[in-house]
């Protein structure tokens, strides 16, 4: 099959494609027929058509159930939700959602058209390099090979989720018409006071909610939603960040509309570069409850010149516009990690989740961030240990009650939006302590790589007053 074209070619200058035509149908030819017999015959796929069939003309929860029993190509599934059900679409761009891009930098319209001239060339490399082999290196999970490789592992983790957590597939349909494939486990009806808050869960570059982070909230008892990048596994499209940022909003919109979540009873998991649609999420739905980030770090471009050339300057996915999310944040950090260091793991210092933390606080916390409280901060990120973390905090003598009684008594008079004044007349004294006080609480820290499943332990709800 894969040598039929360089075979035609070389039959073609030997004047003989008539004969190979001819042998190419007769021995082809049959066998779409004998899949197709084989399939009349068999009683198990005929009881499964007339189980789809039933389904796309009566769309009810038992028939799913049924249909649920197959796996099959997720393409014929039936669309559970759609983007339109309760959207307006003239209201959208042609792009799809907003994806919150910072402010362009005034220039003059001279020095502009000269240098849109002067980088043009610069552009047109960037753009092709993004649309071809540029999104499989950010996006290896979106290639078919190690989706193929992968297939085995990825159907027993959704018959594990199916059978043993009683999930529920659902095909979401964006606004751009990429099919989102998802998985819901419902806690609601079961004791325990985490089920009736639904963690939706934001994969990496290579990850799948088969066999990804959605584990780790499972293990507490929340309500999970899982969902694949498009091109991933079930899901259509490619990963780029508009179809990303769509795709996240109709699993938004899936969750409160259909699946019956306020927002302020949704907190959103991401893990690596899934923190780019994390905060997206908290950035467009602020009443979102919180925001947990498990090896993510700041801005993609100083991760991408690691491993290419200066000039292939065409990474420009941030996560800084989440900083003016106002919910709870919490940052985990892996202090032996791999692949979000600009140097090696060994080096604490390059990861970037450290910029993470500290852009978040100085956002947050102008007054106490000063240069004195940034470098107390770094002393207690270059730790590398509980060990080293606890002598660098007992070094400041940090008060924890005094922090808390500190911030909560700001919070009570004034009650504002963040970034908030506190601090501002504080001794220099204060403002290490508070500094340290924050660091720690928006921070944790995981003794392991980048790759490993965090386990439950490690996973909470993000601190607030």
């Known amino acids: 099959y894969y040598s039929s074209p360089l075979l035609l070619c070389y039959l073609y200058r030997k004047g003989s494609v008539c ?132 297939r085995p592992m990825l159907q027993q983790g959704q018959a594990r989720l199916i059978e043993e957590c009683e999930g529920q597939r659902n095909k979401l349909v964006a606004c751009d018409g990429n099919e989102i494939d998802t998985m819901f486990v419902d806690r609601r009806r079961e004791e325990g006071r985490h089920g009736q808050t639904l963690v939706i869960c934001c994969e990496g570059n290579a990850g799948f909610y088969e066999v990804g982070c959605m584990n780790t909230p499972l293990e507490g008892g929340y309500s999970v939603l899982g969902w694949n990048h498009p091109g991933f596994a079930g899901s259509t499209g490619v990963p780029f960040p508009q179809n990303e940022a769509n795709a996240m909003d109709v699993v938004i919109q899936f969750a409160v509309h259909k699946l019956g979540f306020q927002l302020s009873d949704i907190m959103v998991y991401a893990w690596s570069i899934g923190g780019f649609t994390a905060s997206w999420a908290v950035m467009s739905y602020p009443e979102i409850q919180a925001l947990v980030l498990d090896a993510s770090f700041d801005d993609l471009l100083p991760l991408a010149l690691k491993v290419m050339p200066d000039s292939w300057n065409f990474v420009t996915q941030t996560l800084e516009f989440f900083l003016r999310y106002q919910g709870p944040v919490l940052l985990i950090r892996r202090t032996k990690d791999e692949i979000i260091t600009t140097t090696g793991p060994e080096d604490i210092m390059s990861n970037r989740g450290n910029n993470l933390l500290l852009k978040l606080l100085q956002f947050r916390y102008p007054k106490v961030m000063t240069d004195d409280g940034v470098r107390a901060i770094r002393a207690w990120l270059a730790a590398s240990n509980h060990v080293e973390e606890a002598a660098v905090y007992s070094s400041y003598e940090v008060d924890d009650d005094w922090c808390v009684s500190v911030l909560q008594s700001y919070k009570t008079e004034r009650d504002v939006f963040f970034p908030w004044s506190v601090g501002e007349d504080m001794t220099l004294e204060g403002r290490r302590q508070l500094a340290l006080f924050l660091a720690r609480k928006y921070m944790r820290n995981f003794d392991s790589t980048h790759c490993t499943p965090l386990p439950y332990s490690e996973f909470a709800a993000p601190w607030g007053l």
Request: aromatic share 12%; net charge positive; with cysteine.
């Open 19 to 150: 004969v190979y035509s001819l042998w190419h149908s007769l021995l082809l030819s049959p066998f779409p027929s004998l899949s197709g017999w084989g399939r009349w015959r068999n009683s198990e796929y005929q009881q499964f058509i007339s189980i789809l069939e039933e389904t796309r003309k009566n769309h009810t929860h038992s028939n799913k159930k049924k249909l649920a029993c197959y796996d099959f190509d997720f393409s014929h599934w039936p669309a559970d939700f759609s983007w339109e059900e309760v959207s307006n679409p003239k209201l959208l761009s042609k792009a799809g959602v907003s994806l919150l891009k910072p402010e362009p930098k005034l220039r003059g319209a001279a020095d502009s058209v000269l240098n849109s001239l002067r980088t043009l060339p610069c552009h047109i490399v960037s753009f092709l390099i993004a649309h071809s082999f540029g999104r499989r290196i950010l996006y290896p999970g979106s290639v078919y090979l190690l989706q193929r490789a992968m």
